[in-house]
Protein backbone atom coordinates (compact mmCIF):
# COMPACT_ATOMS: atom_id res chain seq x y z
CA UNK A 1 0.00 0.00 0.00
CA UNK A 2 0.90 3.53 -0.42
CA UNK A 3 0.52 5.97 2.59
CA UNK A 4 0.41 9.64 2.39
CA UNK A 5 1.87 10.64 6.23
CA UNK A 6 0.71 14.68 6.91
CA UNK A 7 1.58 15.85 10.02
CA UNK A 8 -0.04 19.08 11.44
CA UNK A 9 1.80 21.14 14.83
CA UNK A 10 1.63 24.72 15.34
CA UNK A 11 3.49 26.80 13.13
CA UNK A 12 4.21 23.98 10.73
CA UNK A 13 3.37 23.88 7.38
CA UNK A 14 -0.43 23.52 6.78
CA UNK A 15 -1.65 20.24 5.61
CA UNK A 16 -2.98 21.43 2.28
CA UNK A 17 -0.04 22.65 1.07
CA UNK A 18 1.84 19.21 2.20
CA UNK A 19 -0.91 17.48 0.60
CA UNK A 20 -0.64 19.19 -2.78
CA UNK A 21 3.02 18.34 -2.85
CA UNK A 22 2.57 14.75 -1.46
CA UNK A 23 -0.39 14.19 -4.36
CA UNK A 24 1.91 16.10 -7.20
CA UNK A 25 5.10 14.08 -6.15
CA UNK A 26 3.12 10.56 -6.28
CA UNK A 27 1.18 11.58 -9.89
CA UNK A 28 4.87 12.34 -11.13
CA UNK A 29 6.12 8.92 -10.17
CA UNK A 30 2.94 6.85 -11.20
CA UNK A 31 2.33 6.37 -7.21
CA UNK A 32 -1.78 5.78 -6.13
CA UNK A 33 -2.69 6.84 -2.60
CA UNK A 34 -4.28 4.11 -0.80
CA UNK A 35 -4.43 6.27 2.52
CA UNK A 36 -3.97 9.64 3.44
CA UNK A 37 -2.84 9.68 7.29
CA UNK A 38 -2.91 12.97 9.54
CA UNK A 39 -1.13 13.04 12.80
CA UNK A 40 -2.18 16.49 14.67
CA UNK A 41 -0.78 17.49 18.31
CA UNK A 42 -0.72 20.63 19.87
CA UNK A 43 2.74 20.91 19.98
CA UNK A 44 6.43 19.96 18.66
CA UNK A 45 6.34 16.47 20.66
CA UNK A 46 9.58 13.99 21.08
CA UNK A 47 8.82 10.51 19.58
CA UNK A 48 8.48 9.17 23.06
CA UNK A 49 5.23 10.58 23.17
CA UNK A 50 3.63 10.19 20.02
CA UNK A 51 2.47 6.42 20.49
CA UNK A 52 0.29 6.64 17.73
CA UNK A 53 2.80 7.62 15.07
CA UNK A 54 4.92 4.57 16.03
CA UNK A 55 1.99 2.40 16.12
CA UNK A 56 0.81 3.33 12.72
CA UNK A 57 5.22 3.13 11.65
CA UNK A 58 4.76 0.04 13.11
CA UNK A 59 1.59 -1.40 11.46
CA UNK A 60 3.35 -0.59 7.96
CA UNK A 61 4.63 -4.12 5.87
CA UNK A 62 7.64 -5.04 3.53
CA UNK A 63 6.73 -3.14 0.07
CA UNK A 64 4.75 -0.36 1.59
CA UNK A 65 5.51 3.10 0.14
CA UNK A 66 5.12 6.00 2.65
CA UNK A 67 5.78 9.56 0.70
CA UNK A 68 6.10 13.09 3.11
CA UNK A 69 6.74 16.25 2.12
CA UNK A 70 9.81 17.06 3.80
CA UNK A 71 11.54 15.02 6.25
CA UNK A 72 10.93 17.48 9.43
CA UNK A 73 7.63 15.88 8.80
CA UNK A 74 8.67 12.80 10.00
CA UNK A 75 10.41 14.43 12.93
CA UNK A 76 12.18 18.28 13.92
CA UNK A 77 15.48 16.32 15.33
CA UNK A 78 18.03 14.89 13.65
CA UNK A 79 18.95 11.96 15.89
CA UNK A 80 15.15 10.81 15.45
CA UNK A 81 14.82 10.77 12.09
CA UNK A 82 17.70 8.67 11.87
CA UNK A 83 15.84 6.32 13.68
CA UNK A 84 12.99 7.00 12.26
CA UNK A 85 15.09 6.16 8.64
CA UNK A 86 16.71 3.17 10.40
CA UNK A 87 13.29 1.65 11.30
CA UNK A 88 11.99 1.99 7.63
CA UNK A 89 14.80 0.44 5.93
CA UNK A 90 14.77 -2.27 8.41
CA UNK A 91 11.13 -2.91 7.63
CA UNK A 92 11.81 -2.91 3.91
CA UNK A 93 9.76 0.29 3.63
CA UNK A 94 9.90 2.38 0.72
CA UNK A 95 10.36 6.07 2.03
CA UNK A 96 9.47 8.94 -0.45
CA UNK A 97 10.84 12.92 0.42
CA UNK A 98 8.55 14.59 -1.79
CA UNK A 99 10.56 18.02 -1.92
CA UNK A 100 13.63 16.44 -2.05
CA UNK A 101 12.39 14.18 -4.96
CA UNK A 102 14.75 11.29 -2.61
CA UNK A 103 13.55 7.71 -2.39
CA UNK A 104 15.24 6.04 0.97
CA UNK A 105 15.95 2.64 0.72
CA UNK A 106 18.73 0.39 1.71
CA UNK A 107 20.12 0.92 -1.61
CA UNK A 108 19.78 4.16 -1.53
CA UNK A 109 23.42 6.54 -1.94
CA UNK A 110 24.76 7.36 1.96
CA UNK A 111 25.38 10.79 0.03
CA UNK A 112 21.92 11.51 -0.63
CA UNK A 113 20.78 10.92 2.62
CA UNK A 114 22.68 12.60 5.07
CA UNK A 115 22.19 16.37 3.60
CA UNK A 116 18.67 15.66 4.62
CA UNK A 117 20.17 15.48 8.03
CA UNK A 118 22.59 17.51 8.09
CA UNK A 119 19.84 20.12 7.01
CA UNK A 120 17.36 18.98 9.61
CA UNK A 121 20.44 19.18 12.20
CA UNK A 122 21.50 23.23 11.52
CA UNK A 123 17.48 24.07 11.35
CA UNK A 124 17.23 22.16 14.75
CA UNK A 125 20.76 24.71 15.97
CA UNK A 126 19.48 27.56 14.48
CA UNK A 127 16.03 27.21 16.12
CA UNK A 128 17.19 25.98 18.96
CA UNK A 129 15.38 22.65 19.00
CA UNK A 130 12.03 24.03 17.49
CA UNK A 131 10.45 23.37 15.06
CA UNK A 132 10.30 26.32 13.83
CA UNK A 133 7.79 28.07 11.29
CA UNK A 134 8.71 26.40 7.65
CA UNK A 135 8.16 28.41 4.46
CA UNK A 136 4.33 28.48 3.30
CA UNK A 137 3.45 27.69 7.21
CA UNK A 138 0.69 30.01 8.97
CA UNK A 139 0.80 32.06 12.02
CA UNK A 140 -0.62 30.54 15.28
CA UNK A 141 -3.95 30.25 16.12
CA UNK A 142 -6.05 29.80 19.09
CA UNK A 143 -8.05 27.25 16.95
CA UNK A 144 -4.95 25.22 16.39
CA UNK A 145 -5.74 23.00 19.46
CA UNK A 146 -9.31 22.48 18.50
CA UNK A 147 -8.29 21.29 15.27
CA UNK A 148 -8.83 17.73 15.44
CA UNK A 149 -12.78 18.97 16.60
CA UNK A 150 -12.82 21.21 13.73
CA UNK A 151 -12.06 18.30 11.31
CA UNK A 152 -14.65 16.00 12.64
CA UNK A 153 -17.15 18.23 12.73
CA UNK A 154 -16.89 19.58 9.18
CA UNK A 155 -16.03 15.91 8.03
CA UNK A 156 -20.04 14.98 10.02
CA UNK A 157 -21.57 17.77 8.26
CA UNK A 158 -21.76 20.16 10.84
CA UNK A 159 -22.57 24.18 9.74
CA UNK A 160 -19.97 26.11 11.29
CA UNK A 161 -22.33 28.01 13.66
CA UNK A 162 -23.01 24.39 15.13
CA UNK A 163 -19.28 23.48 15.58
CA UNK A 164 -18.60 27.16 17.08
CA UNK A 165 -21.65 26.55 19.80
CA UNK A 166 -19.82 23.34 20.53
CA UNK A 167 -16.51 24.54 21.18
CA UNK A 168 -17.89 27.93 22.73
CA UNK A 169 -16.54 30.11 20.07
CA UNK A 170 -17.16 32.88 17.59
CA UNK A 171 -18.72 32.05 14.53
CA UNK A 172 -17.16 34.30 12.18
CA UNK A 173 -13.35 34.02 13.92
CA UNK A 174 -13.67 30.32 13.14
CA UNK A 175 -15.52 30.44 9.48
CA UNK A 176 -12.52 32.61 9.22
CA UNK A 177 -9.81 29.99 10.35
CA UNK A 178 -11.56 27.16 8.26
CA UNK A 179 -11.17 29.30 5.53
CA UNK A 180 -7.70 30.07 5.95
CA UNK A 181 -6.78 26.59 6.42
CA UNK A 182 -8.83 25.30 3.91
CA UNK A 183 -9.90 23.10 5.88
CA UNK A 184 -13.21 22.13 4.15
CA UNK A 185 -10.84 20.70 1.14
CA UNK A 186 -9.23 18.65 3.60
CA UNK A 187 -12.06 16.69 4.73
CA UNK A 188 -13.23 16.13 1.09
CA UNK A 189 -10.01 13.65 0.84
CA UNK A 190 -9.34 10.17 2.50
CA UNK A 191 -8.10 11.49 5.92
CA UNK A 192 -7.22 8.85 9.03
CA UNK A 193 -6.39 11.36 11.96
CA UNK A 194 -4.05 9.98 14.18
CA UNK A 195 -2.23 12.03 16.97
CA UNK A 196 -4.38 13.70 19.25
CA UNK A 197 -2.73 15.48 21.90
CA UNK A 198 -2.57 12.81 24.44
CA UNK A 199 -1.48 12.57 28.02
CA UNK A 200 2.42 11.00 28.32
CA UNK A 201 2.37 7.36 28.87
CA UNK A 202 4.09 4.22 28.42
CA UNK A 203 7.97 2.54 29.09
CA UNK A 204 9.74 5.98 29.09
CA UNK A 205 12.74 3.43 27.71
CA UNK A 206 10.70 2.80 24.53
CA UNK A 207 12.16 4.23 21.76
CA UNK A 208 11.15 3.59 17.65
CA UNK A 209 14.74 2.37 16.59
CA UNK A 210 13.76 -0.97 14.45
CA UNK A 211 17.05 -2.34 14.09
CA UNK A 212 17.22 -2.40 17.58
CA UNK A 213 14.52 -4.06 18.57
CA UNK A 214 15.80 -7.62 19.16
CA UNK A 215 18.79 -6.03 21.57
CA UNK A 216 16.49 -3.84 23.29
CA UNK A 217 14.50 -7.31 24.30
CA UNK A 218 17.35 -8.77 24.82
CA UNK A 219 18.54 -6.61 27.54
CA UNK A 220 14.97 -6.11 29.05
CA UNK A 221 15.54 -10.05 29.09
CA UNK A 222 18.59 -9.85 31.12
CA UNK A 223 17.12 -7.39 33.61
Known amino acids: ?133 PKGSKSRSKFDAMQPEILQGLKEGKSVSSIARELGVSRSSLKDYIESRDLKTLTQNRFMQIGRPMEIGGDEGELLICPFEREKKNNEGIN
Not at 40 to 67: A, M, V
Not at 78 to 98: P, Q
Not at 110 to 115: H, M
Request: proline letters at 3%.
Open 1 to 133: MTYAYLRQVPGSRSLISQQQTVVGFALQRGLEIDKEVVEYSGRNRPIEERKEFEEFIHSLSEGDNLIVDEVWTLSSRADELIKIIGCTISRKIELYVADKGVLITKETPLGQVIPLINELRENEERRGGGVGR
